[in-house]
Nanobody
């Protein structure tokens, strides 16, 4: 059974940094796409970033490009989201997600089969 466990959220001031981790287990991830999404109160879940596990291809939402960096540690089966220059509008619950079908639509949440429980990120002004 696939498990995704996020960690690293918290409270930070605007301009600060946080690094989120997503520890994955239960399956071979070589064909997967790993994504980060976020959902703020009263808003729909939105795409943040994604990475193809084997090729390392990376995708970002325009709103985080240049500030966030997604990476993976293949030995540890862990995906990271380094978030710099955080803004109050980055406040949300952040979710890790996995797709094993090699989706082309990495920014579409319906492409992903497995989700973590989420971790809260709060950026104060």
């Amino acid at each position: 059974q696939v498990q995704l466990v996020e960690s690293g959220g918290g409270l930070v001031q605007a301009g600060g940094s946080l690094r989120l981790s997503c520890a994955a287990s239960g399956r071979t991830f070589s064909s997967s796409v790993m994504g980060w999404f976020r959902q703020a109160p009263g808003k729909e879940r939105e795409f943040v970033a994604a990475i193809r596990w084997s090729r390392g291809s990376i995708y970002y939402a325009n709103s985080v490009k240049g500030r966030f960096t997604i990476s993976r540690d293949m030995a540890e089966n862990t995906v990271y989201l380094q978030m710099n220059s955080l803004k109050p509008e980055d406040t949300a619950v952040y979710y890790c997600a996995a797709d094993f079908g090699g989706t082309l639509y990495v920014s579409d949440s319906s492409s992903y089969d497995y989700w973590g429980q989420g971790t809260q990120v709060t950026v104060s002004s």
